[in-house]
C-alpha cells in the first residue's frame, strides 16, 4: 500500500508551481464569502425594517411621554385608596413615595443603558439583559420576567376593561337586563382585533396619547368627586382585618397593587428604540425629558387619588374606588368610559413588546416570511389568546397583588440595579454602589411579600367563583 501524501504538501506544491492560479480562487472565495455576507446584511436589516419595535425610529420627545404615561397609568390608580386601607396613613405613604423615588432611579438607569456601548443601541430589554448577564443567561433571566408582565398586563387590562364597560352599562341603563361579564369582555376585545394591526410604536402615538389624557382624566374625577362628596360620617382608618394574620396578608397584597401602579419598565427600551439618535445627540435626552413629564403626570394621578380616596372613606372604600362614588352617576359613567379608553391604549403599548418577541422567533428562528398575513394570523391569536384566560379568571384584585410581585418587582425595581452592578461595577461602598444595592433590597422584598398576599385573595375569591358565570 502506497503512503498518502498529505493534503498540506499538495496544497503548497500546487502553489508552488501555480500561484496566480491559486490567488485567483481565494479571491473567488473572498467575494462569494463577502457577497454572502451583504447578503445576510440585507436580509437582516430588511427583517429591522419590519418588526414592530426597529421599523420607525422618528419619534418626538413628547411620544416617549404619553406612551410612559400610558404604560405606567394602569387601572391600578383606582386600587390606591384601596391599597391605603390596608397600609394605613404611615406605610401607605412611605411606600407610595419611596416607589415613586426607586422607579424614577431605576428608569433613568435603563435610559442611560440604552446606547452605553458606541454605535450600539439596546432596542429590547432582553439585549440589554444578555449584555449583562450573557447571551443565554441574559435570554433566559429577562425574557420569562418580560413575558409574565407584559401578557399579564394584557390579561388583567381585558378584564378591567370589560369590568368598566359593565360598570358604565350598568349606571346608564339601571332597568336594562343585566349582561354577563364574559360578553362585556369580549366586547372589549373586538377592538384590539382591529387595533393590534398597527404596525409599530409609532403607529399607536394618536392611541397612545388619547389614553394618556383619559387616564389624567378619571384619575382627576376619581380624587375630585372624592373631595366633592367630604368625608364620610363614620369613617375609620384602623386595618379591617380582625385577625393578625389577615392584617398581614392585605399589607403584603397591597404592596403588590402598589408595584402593579409603577410598572412601565418594560416597554421602556422598546419606547426609546423609535426616537432617532446620532453621536452628537443620543436618543437618551429627548427620552429623558419624556420620562420626567411622565413622572410628573404620574405623579399628579396617583397622589391625589391615594391620599384624599383614602381621607374621605377611610377603610370601607371599595377595591376600584369609581365603585365607591356611585352618584353623580353621569360623572361615574364618564369615569368608567374613560377607563375603557385608556385601558385600550395600554393594552396596545404592553403588547407591542410581545408581538415583537413572536415575530422575531417566527422569521428569524423559524424561517417564515415577513408578512401581512404572519402579522395577521400571530396578533389575532395572541388576543384571542388572552381575552380566553381573561374571561376564565376574572378575579381583578387578587391577579394585581399576584402579578404585581412576581414579575413587576424585579423588572421594576431591582433588575436594572443589577445589570447597572454588572456592567459599570461602581466602586464597592461608593454612593452608586449603596443606592444599587438598597433599591435591589427593597425590590426582594417586595416581590417575596406581595405574591403571598395576591395569592390569598385569589383563593378567597375563587371559593365563590363559577367559571363563564
Given amino acids: ?152 398586563v394584557n390579561i388583567v387590562y381585558m378584564v378591567t376593561g370589560g369590568k368598566s364597560l359593565q360598570k358604565f352599562h350598568d349606571t346608564v341603563c339601571d332597568s336594562c337586563k343585566k349582561i354577563k361579564l364574559t360578553y362585556f369582555i369580549m366586547i372589549f376585545a373586538s377592538v384590539h382585533f382591529v387595533l393590534s394591526h398597527l404596525p409599530n410604536f409609532n403607529s399607536i402615538s394618536g392611541v397612545s396619547l388619547a389614553a394618556a389624557v383619559m387616564s389624567l382624566s378619571y384619575s382627576t374625577i376619581a380624587w375630585a368627586a372624592s373631595a366633592h362628596k367630604g368625608v364620610q360620617e363614620d369613617v375609620q382608618y384602623g386595618y ?69 380616596g383614602y381621607w374621605m372613606f377611610g377603610n370601607g372604600v371599595q377595591d376600584n374606588i369609581l365603585i365607591s362614588l356611585e352618584k353623580p352617576k353621569w360623572l361615574i359613567a364618564m ?30 428562528k423559524l424561517n417564515f416570511k415577513p408578512s401581512r398575513m404572519l402579522r395577521f394570523v400571530v396578533r389575532n391569536l395572541y388576543v384571542a389568546f388572552t381575552m380566553f384566560i381573561g374571561i376564565t379568571f376574572p378575579f381583578f384584585g387578587g391577579l394585581l397583588g399576584f402579578f404585581g410581585g412576581f414579575a413587576f418587582a424585579p423588572t421594576t425595581y431591582f433588575l436594572p440595579c443589577i445589570m447597572w452592578l454588572a456592567i459599570y461595577k461602581p466602586r464597592k461602598f461608593s454612593l452608586s454602589w449603596w443606592t444599587n444595592w438598597i433599591c435591589i433590597v427593597l425590590g ?21 367563583y363559577k367559571f363563564y358565570s
Avoid at 444 to 464: V, Y
Fill in 1 to 152: 500500500m502506497g503512503t498518502q501524501e498529505p493534503v498540506e504538501n499538495n496544497y503548497v506544491k500546487n502553489a508552488v508551481k501555480n500561484p496566480k492560479k491559486i490567488s485567483n480562487g481565494l479571491l473567488i472565495e473572498f467575494a462569494m464569502l463577502n457577497e454572502q455576507t451583504e447578503e445576510e446584511i440585507r436580509r437582516q436589516k430588511a427583517i429591522d425594517d419590519w418588526l414592530p419595535i426597529t421599523s420607525s425610529r422618528n419619534a418626538k420627545w413628547w411620544y416617549s411621554a404619553f406612551h410612559n404615561v400610558t404604560a405606567m397609568v394602569g387601572a391600578g390608580v383606582l386600587s390606591l385608596p384601596y391599597a391605603m386601607s390596608e397600609l394605613g396613613w404611615g406605610p401607605g405613604v412611605t411606600v407610595l413615595v419611596l416607589s415613586w423615588i426607586i422607579t424614577l432611579y431605576t428608569l433613568w438607569q435603563m435610559v442611560e443603558m440604552h446606547e452605553m456601548v458606541p454605535g450600539k443601541r439596546f432596542d429590547r430589554y432582553h439585549e440589554l439583559g444578555q449584555y449583562a448577564f450573557g447571551e443565554k443567561l441574559g435570554l433566559y433571566i429577562v425574557v420569562p420576567q418580560q413575558l409574565v408582565v407584559e401578557i399579564g
Fill in 240 to 308: 379591617k382585618a380582625k385577625t393578625t394574620a389577615g392584617t398581614f396578608f392585605n399589607f403584603c397584597s397591597a404592596l403588590g397593587d402598589v408595584a402593579f401602579a409603577y410598572a412601565g419598565h418594560n416597554v421602556v427600551l422598546e419606547i426609546q428604540a423609535t426616537i432617532p439618535s446620532t453621536p452628537e445627540k443620543p436618543s437618551k435626552g429627548p427620552m429623558w425629558k419624556g420620562v420626567v413629564v411622565a413622572y410628573i403626570v404620574v405623579a399628579l394621578c396617583y397622589f391625589p387619588v391615594a391620599l384624599i
Fill in 335 to 364: 369615569a368608567n368610559l374613560f377607563v375603557v379608553i385608556h385601558v385600550i391604549g395600554s393594552y396596545q403599548i404592553y403588547a407591542m413588546p410581545v408581538f415583537d418577541m413572536i415575530e422575531t422567533v417566527m422569521v428569524k
Fill in 444 to 464: 426582594l422584598l417586595l416581590m417575596i411579600l406581595s405574591p403571598i398576599g395576591g395569592l390569598r385573595t385569589i383563593i378567597i375569591d375563587a371559593k365563590n
